[in-house]
Structure formats: C-alpha cells, structure tokens
C-alpha cells in the first residue's frame, strides 16, 4: 500500500495511508438521527422513518419534525454530487422532496429527550452548542462519504512496525496523532538509552 505522507526523525518512520477498509461513523453511539435518502447511495436512515408532507417548506417542515418526533433541533443535509457525493449542513429553507445533483437528501436531528440527557437542561446555550455537534457529525459522515479517512504506520530503522492505528477522519487529526505517536516512542528510545548508561555506569 502507497503512503500518501512519511514523516522520518530520528530513526523512526511515519506513514500515513489511506484507510480503504474504514467503517461509517454512523455506525459508533451517535447523538444526532440522520435521515438521508439517495437512488445511488446506500445512506443512513436512522431512527422512525420520516413521513414527509407534500408541498411544505422548511419552516413548516421544522415545526413537523418537532410535533411528531419530538425533535428539538432539525438540520437540513445538503448534497452535491459530482464524480461522488459530498454533504454538508447548515440553516437556511428549502423545499422538501427536492431532486438534485446539488439538493437536500434529508436531515440531522436531535430530539429533546437526548438533548437532556447529554445537558441536563434545555438552554439556548446548550441549544448552539447540540447544533455544533450535529453539524460536526454530518462533517465527519462527509469525510467517510469522500474518502477522508487515513491510518498511520510506525517503523523503526530497520522498517519493523512497531505500532499502527486506522480510523481517522480527516488529515489533520491523523497528522496529529502519527506526531504524537512518533515523539513518545522518541522519548521512550531517549529514555531507555538514558537507562543504559546509567547502568554501564554503576
């Protein structure tokens, strides 16, 4: 397997790969319920299936979800598709049962019993901060959907794996942690060359 990126230091050898083998985010405990319908894609359809009305628009659509499923937040999932299908979230109306190569394939929600349980209370501040999440949710199903997810190899000088990890969605975080991973084995090498001399020492 190709690395897309070798980070090298002192002796060790960082690769970071592509993850081709990586599971859906929507299958780990998720607090949102995404609702996604495609003819092309085989996407989440959590929770009760949505009955939507005919010729509603988004606001009257919000006050539906909140009547019937008891949802405290709803998000529209916005969808572009060009060789693949990326989405994204965020306000704004649009008419329901759209058809699209750029539409809305469905929605994120949260209900309100599941908002108590993760704050304890209903706020407008803990409102802003369940609506980060959720849009933080449908960003990470995003990168799953566009294959923006990566694992990282650990080597030694003599090309022995000596530790590796997969499931990371987005370049950034696996960068972090293929850092973090390579300055403790470092220190752990300093360390243990520091015990050595100690020992030769005595």
């Known amino acids: 397997m190709q690395a897309i990126n070798t980070i090298k230091k002192n002796g060790f050898t960082v690769e970071i790969h592509y993850d081709e083998d990586a599971f859906s985010p929507r299958e780990d405990d998720n607090m949102g319920i995404m609702q996604l319908e495609h003819s092309r894609y085989n996407l989440p359809q959590e929770g009760e299936s949505i009955d939507v009305p005919h010729q509603c628009n988004w606001q009257t659509f919000t006050r539906y979800m909140r009547r019937y499923y008891h949802a405290t937040i709803v998000l529209p999932v916005w969808g572009y598709e060009h060789s693949g299908l990326t989405i994204r979230t965020g306000e704004g109306p649009y008419p329901c049962r ?105």
Not at 159 to 168: H, K, V
Request: aromatic share 12%.
């Open 98 to 202: 759209d058809q699209w190569d750029s539409g809305l394939p469905g929605v994120i929600y949260l209900t309100q019993e599941k908002l108590l349980e993760e704050y304890g209370e209903d706020t407008a501040e803990n409102r802003r901060t369940a609506t980060n999440y959720l849009i933080g949710e449908v960003e990470t199903y995003d990168q799953y959907l566009t294959g923006d997810v990566y694992g990282y190899v650990l080597k030694d000088e003599n090309g022995e794996i000596l530790d590796s990890c997969w499931g990371f969605y987005g370049s950034e975080s696996v960068e972090e942690e293929s850092e973090n991973i390579l300055n403790y084995h470092i220190k752990e090498q300093a360390r243990c060359t520091e015990m050595v001399k100690n020992s030769y020492a005595l």
